[in-house]
């Protein structure tokens, strides 16, 4: 005899906080070649220019902050290091360019995980109401590091502007602050759109 209930059901529950049935989920096609040529071209030629403007602001913004990071690269205690100094250009480098790299990517890639997690295609925004703990203090996280690296920017191109032989409005640095995390919010929104757009 079979019995009706031992029937498994077609779509699977949401977690277990109210016991309705998740949908399914929505099926993606692939992206078109020209699509992915244009984004990977567009990121070739828009990242290398925003990081370089970063990285020539930003390092300024830290070494102002912290004067331990205007170090020379060659003379980090790192074996190998010291050779460096022997390669021209090299010998410029110092540890406020490297954080202001790794701080880059680090607030890009924030970036774009904030703007998934609006679309609601993360994990973090479950976690509002199951674990709220945790959500305010993933987001106070985020928050900081978005704020501090503003202030990095705004202390970098402040220093560079006053020191400039032609006097700047008071104006340029915060409205230039704006408009870079401007950007930079853009193109996470972008990164994450095509992620997570209907196609793969």
Known sequence: MFEFRTFEEAFARDGGQNGSPA???????????????????????L????????LTVGAEGLRVIMPIFQMR??????????????????????????????LFIAVTLLWIRVFKELQEMGEITRQRSRNPILFYLLTGIAAIILLGDAG?????????TSS???EAPSYVAPAATVLYMAGLALIGAWHADYSHSPTV
């Open 23 to 45: 949908p399914p989920k929505i099926l993606r096609r692939r992206k078109s070649l020209g699509k992915r040529i244009v984004f990977y071209a567009a990121n070739l030629v």
């Open 47 to 54: 990242m290398p220019i925003v990081a370089l403007v970063y």
């Open 73 to 102: 690269l060659y003379k980090l205690p790192v074996p190998g290091a010291g050779m460096l100094r022997n390669y021209d250009g090299f010998d410029r480098l110092d540890l406020s360019m490297l954080m202001a790299l790794i």
């Open 152 to 160: 990095i920017f705004y202390v970098g191109l402040d220093s560079q």
């Open 164 to 166: 400039s032989w032609s």
